[in-house]
């Protein structure tokens, strides 16, 4: 039994990457915005974000670094019908630096603004992705926004 043990300890030892570091960061930030909807009225969104925020070196020299926002409890209202909206949803960004020099970064917005009262919702997606080769190409691009009401 001790030796398994042992074996399992010197496995998990060699699982774990020698020279890389991390960093977490996790704060909660305000947000506050006024937009117009599709019906052209105004909202007013304010409230707080829960973000955050890492960072981590690889033994190779390389890089990755990521944020993430998710609202939470963030409410807004319409300034001309004073319809109550709540904002969920999900804004993330990776990014990786390779030390030859080549890099991907992929960023993911799905922000909902869930209307009460049978009013109308909002939803804003966007998936956008770009890899750089080492020689400074650009190997794949591409940025898919949509709004919907």
Known sequence: MRRLLVVLGVLVALAVP???QAATT???MTFDTTFALCNGDMIHLNGPLLAVMTETTTPSG???SSFQFNPQGVTGIDLV???VFHATG???DSV???PP???T???VNQFRIQATRGAQSYLVTELFHVTVTPNGTVSAFFDNLASTC
């Open 18 to 20: 020698v020279g890389a």
């Open 26 to 28: 996790v704060q909660t």
């Open 62 to 64: 390389g890089e990755v």
């Open 81 to 83: 019908t004073g319809t």
């Open 90 to 92: 999900l804004t993330r």
């Open 96 to 98: 990786v630096n390779s």
């Open 101 to 103: 020099g080549g890099s």
């Open 105 to 107: 970064e992929t960023f």
